[in-house]
């Protein structure tokens, strides 16, 4: 079983649509949650942390909930720029890295 | 720039050869990463580094592979003997401790013949 699963998609959704990603981790001892994205033929960049209480970064919500061992990210209004792959990150003193899940936002 | 840089960006290697590839990390970083990423997949752990110790290798790994960083700066990854296998984009990241986010640079692209 791999320690960081997401399901790989592709999502193909329309502009404005909102879209959710999930994550499991195996390790209960992780520390630290992270979503990044990466672009085609580029290197993963944070997209944004993810925290216990759940937290926002305008159209972008992440939730952790540590007794599920689970991971989310919600996009609301989506937009063309937002296709990309969105990796699930999680911190056991090293960065261990889903498979990444692809969207794709069509017009 | 004051990102993660490497070096080089591409490496066309024949099989059986040696490559070394370079990573200079963001200066204030103590934590340094190497990954590997094949079409499709995330980026896979390599070994990491606290300053100079190598903390962690993967078992994943071959013997061929090894990694330093011998001053707790830049670090390099050797491969010996190439595979055909090995032929992948390798990645380089770096952090301030432990559970802070990460920066990657824009990676090393192998291609072995």
């Known amino acids: 079983r791999k320690e960081v699963e997401q399901d790989p998609g592709p999502f193909n959704v329309p502009e404005g649509a909102t879209v959710a990603f999930n994550c499991t981790y195996s390790n209960s001892a992780s520390q630290s949650f992270f979503w990044y994205r990466q672009d085609c033929r580029k290197e993963p960049k944070l997209l944004m942390s993810?925290?216990?209480s759940g937290n926002e970064d305008g159209r972008f919500t992440a939730q952790l909930n540590r007794a599920s061992q689970y991971i989310s990210l919600l996009i609301r209004d989506s937009k063309l720029s937002d296709s990309a792959t969105y990796l699930c990150v999680v911190n056991t003193d090293k960065l261990i890295f889903g498979t990444g899940t692809r969207l794709q936002v069509f017009p | 720039d004051t990102g993660v840089s490497q070096d080089p960006r591409h490496k066309i290697t024949k099989r059986g050869q040696n490559v070394t590839f370079r990573c200079d990390p963001i200066s204030e970083h103590n934590r340094l990463y190497w990954y590997r990423q094949t079409l499709g997949q995330g980026p896979e752990f390599l070994t990491y580094f606290q300053n100079e110790a190598q903390l962690e290798k993967s078992r994943l790994l071959s013997d061929r592979f090894s990694a330093e960083r011998p001053k707790g700066s830049f670090s390099t990854l050797e491969i010996q003997r190439t595979e055909q296998g090995d032929s992948a984009m390798y990645l380089c990241a770096s952090s301030w401790q432990g559970a802070a986010e990460a920066f990657f640079g824009q990676g090393t692209r192998l291609t072995v013949v």
């Open positions: 993810v925290y216990s």
